[in-house]
């Protein structure tokens, strides 16, 4: 069984993000990008079923810019197989990233389809879902813990009211919880191993894809500035403070 990742090059998570002074988008000029952490989840999952003999293969693929390829080969360093960059200058939204993995798939025909919950960027969980739909199999997001066994997978999900275990039929796709797995560091002689490992460059139209935005971003803001705090002296006072500001 072949197990293809999908990994997303987003804004560092320890980075404070800033909104360019034109508010066309973000900052990402000269701020440290890396892989979507609920991305990289989702690869140390893939190669822990592969160390246990449950899958033959890792592909990670991401799509993007050629700067991408730098978070596949973090991924190759990491342990996965091969990487596919497929190509474009154009930010995909969830629905065109769901219809490239799924070229993949028709390409690959993998027994799982491994993505993060949702991508720290624009915070859409959207493409795992969109999808398992236009594959037409099963879905397991927000996987705390996988199983697999005759064909099938067990899958814990951390939903609202605590954890709900699924049973699905494989193929699926799966997206990756923050408590599924602590991922791997990578190591320097790894990194100089996925420097032969191979990468292949796909352009996004030679998948047949359409690359027209179907959301176009109107404008950027940050966040109001958050006004000063104020320590209260008595639960009464913070009662008085609270409705003067007709909170209460
Ligand atoms: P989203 O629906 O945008 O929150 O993204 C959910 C997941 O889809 C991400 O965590 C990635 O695994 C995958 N994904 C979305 N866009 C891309 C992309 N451009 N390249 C690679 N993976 C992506």
Known sequence: MKILVALKRVVDYNVRVRVKSDGTGVETDGVKMSI?????????????????????????????????QQQLR??????ADRAIHVETEVATQPLTAARVFMKLIERESPGIVFLGKQAIDDDCNQTGQMLA???????????????????????????????????????????????????????????????????????????????????????FEPPPKRGGGKMVGSVAELVGELKNKGLL
């Open 133 to 219: 739909a236009l594959w037409d199999r099963p879905q397991a997001t927000f996987a705390s813990k996988v199983e697999l066994a005759d064909g099938k997978a067990t899958v814990a999900r951390e939903v609202d009211a605590g954890l709900e275990t699924i049973e699905i039929d494989l193929p699926a796709v799966m997206t990756s919880d923050l408590r599924l797995n602590e991922p791997r560091f990578v190591k320097l002689p790894d990194i100089m191993k996925a420097k032969r490992k191979p990468l292949d460059t796909v352009a996004i139209g030679d998948l047949g894809i359409e690359t027209a935005a179907d959301i176009e971003s109107v404008s």
């Open 74 to 79: 973090t991924g190759l360093a990491m342990g």
């Open 36 to 68: 979507n952490p609920f991305d990289e989840i989702a690869l140390e999952e893939a190669l822990r079923i592969k160390e246990r003999g449950e899958a033959e293969e890792v592909i990670v693929c991401s799509i993007g810019s050629n700067d991408v």
